[in-house]
T-cell receptor
């Protein structure tokens, strides 16, 4: 089955700096890679996702890159703000018409210091 | 207005008891999921149903039994609760095979077994 590794497990940055979280996956058939943000005591919420036919996707301060050959993908947050503090999860999946089995990384606790 | 809802939000019970968690989505999605998030925040899929049909059944003790009476509802019944079952259980739903594969999570049910 799929195995996703995520690094680092904790990341502390100063407000305004950039943050980068990296993930690797094992199943070359995986074709969908979402990133979820989970604030303390809240539900995971999708912040950005990328499919295997795309190498990069950007949404305002958030960007995701995918390297299919190396089987790794990364989340980039620029101009970080204190409200970006949360746990971030990457995931990988082989999607189909009847749903997808998301395999999550172990999460990164991001702390943005004002 | 809530997209994915779960009841109860908190559940405290003793070892050996049987309990149920209910989930409902009003998004018209075809696929629903149960995830378990342990004390280390690791998210792992347990079950998935597509149009009331069981699609994913991970290596979960058979004390856990999901049931989908219709595609808007997915319940989880747990028999003979053990200390290790203490976790946050998230329900999620998705509409696949088209524009988006996003999984929408419910608010979670925090189960504590004493």
């Amino acid at each position: 089955g799929e195995n996703v590794e995520q690094h680092p497990s904790t990341l502390s940055v100063q407000e305004g700096d950039s943050a980068v979280i990296k993930c690797t996956y094992s199943d070359s058939a995986s074709n969908y890679f979402p990133w979820y943000k989970q604030e303390l005591g809240k539900r995971p919420q999708l912040i950005i996702d990328i499919r295997s036919n795309v190498g990069e996707k950007k949404d305002q301060r958030i960007a995701v890159t995918l390297n299919k050959t190396a089987k790794h993908f990364s989340l980039h947050i620029t101009e970080t703000q204190p409200e970006d503090s949360a746990v971030y999860f990457c995931a990988a999946s082989r999607v189909g018409a009847s749903g997808s089995r998301l395999t999550f990384g172990e999460g990164t606790q991001l702390t943005v210091n004002p | 207005d809530t997209a994915v809802s779960q009841t109860p939000k908190y559940l405290v019970t003793q070892m050996g008891n049987d309990k149920s968690i209910k989930c409902e989505q009003n998004l018209g999605h075809d696929t629903m999921y149960w995830y378990k998030q342990d004390s280390k925040k690791f998210l792992k899929i347990m079950f998935s149903y597509n149009n009331k049909e069981l699609i994913i059944n991970e290596t979960v003790p058979n004390r856990f039994s999901p049931k989908s009476p219709d595609k808007a509802h997915l319940n989880l019944h747990i028999n003979s609760l053990e200390l290790g079952d203490s976790a946050v259980y998230f329900c999620a739903s998705s509409q696949d095979g088209g524009y988006s594969y996003e999984q929408y999570f419910g608010p979670g049910t925090r189960l504590t077994v004493t």
